[in-house]
C-alpha cells in the first residue's frame, strides 16, 4: 500500500515563536537595548535582528524562515484597481 506524500511527512504545526532565556551581562544589555531604541526596535527584536543578519552573512539561515513579523496594526488593505 503506498502512502499519498501528504501522509508520510509529518504535519507541520503552524510556526510559534520560541522563548529563550538568555543571560546577558548587565552592560552588554544595557548596550543593546540603546541600540535597539535608537532604531525604534525593542530590544528582543534587536537580537532577533542582529542573529539573523549573523546567520545571513554566514551562509546559515534557514530558507524556510519567515520575516520577522511585524508589531502594531496591520496595514490597511487597499481597494484593487479597475
Not at 32 to 45: F, I, K, Q, T
Not at 54 to 71: D, F, N, Q
Amino acid at each position: 500500500m503506498t502512502v499519498p506524500p501528504e501522509e508520510s511527512s509529518p504535519r507541520r504545526r503552524p510556526q510559534q515563536r520560541k522563548q529563550v532565556l538568555l543571560r546577558l551581562d548587565p552592560l552588554v544589555y544595557d548596550a543593546l537595548a540603546r541600540w535597539a531604541g535608537d532604531e525604534l526596535r525593542s530590544a528582543n527584536a534587536q537580537i532577533e535582528f542582529l542573529l539573523r543578519r549573523a546567520l545571513a552573512e554566514a551562509g546559515r539561515l534557514p530558507g524556510g524562515a519567515g520575516p520577522i513579523p511585524r508589531r502594531g496594526r496591520p496595514p490597511a488593505e487597499q481597494e484593487p484597481e479597475a
